[in-house]
């Protein structure tokens, strides 16, 4: 019903820069909160960043001043600005959203899109 596509993981420096991108398609109707989790092997995955459909952002205090989340709502698309990265910023990236589908009932749902390994090393 709704697809979650990431993009823009990578292998950067200590201090370098990324950014992702998360792009939601399919019988979507309104996209309501979207988010950013990260997770490493071994531990659970917890909050990055997330973003209310009115622009609000939240932060972990581990990446405040660091990250910024953003939106397009005409594109169902949500960024992640990384900068200043550290090693222990490395992770698999996960987009995360909150979706009111098309059809009778305007049922809702949370989804998740693959993943995208972010990698900080020298």
């Known amino acids: 019903q709704v697809q979650l596509v990431e993009s823009g993981g990578g292998l950067v420096q200590p201090g370098g820069s990324l950014r992702l991108s998360c792009a939601a398609s399919?019988?979507?109707?309104?996209?309501?909160?979207m988010g950013w989790y990260r997770q490493t092997p071994g531990k659970e995955r917890e909050l990055a960043a997330t973003?209310?459909?009115?622009?609000?952002?939240n932060y972990a205090d581990s990446v405040k001043g660091r990250f910024t989340i953003s939106r397009d709502n005409a594109k169902n698309t949500v960024y992640l600005q990384m900068n200043s990265l550290k090693p222990e910023d490395t992770a698999v990236y996960y987009c995360q959203a909150d979706v009111v589908l098309t059809g009778r009932g305007f049922r809702s749902g949370s989804y998740w899109g693959q993943g995208t390994q972010v990698t900080v090393a020298s």
């Open positions: 399919g019988s979507i109707f309104r996209v309501n909160a």
């Open positions: 973003i209310t459909g009115g622009g609000s952002p």
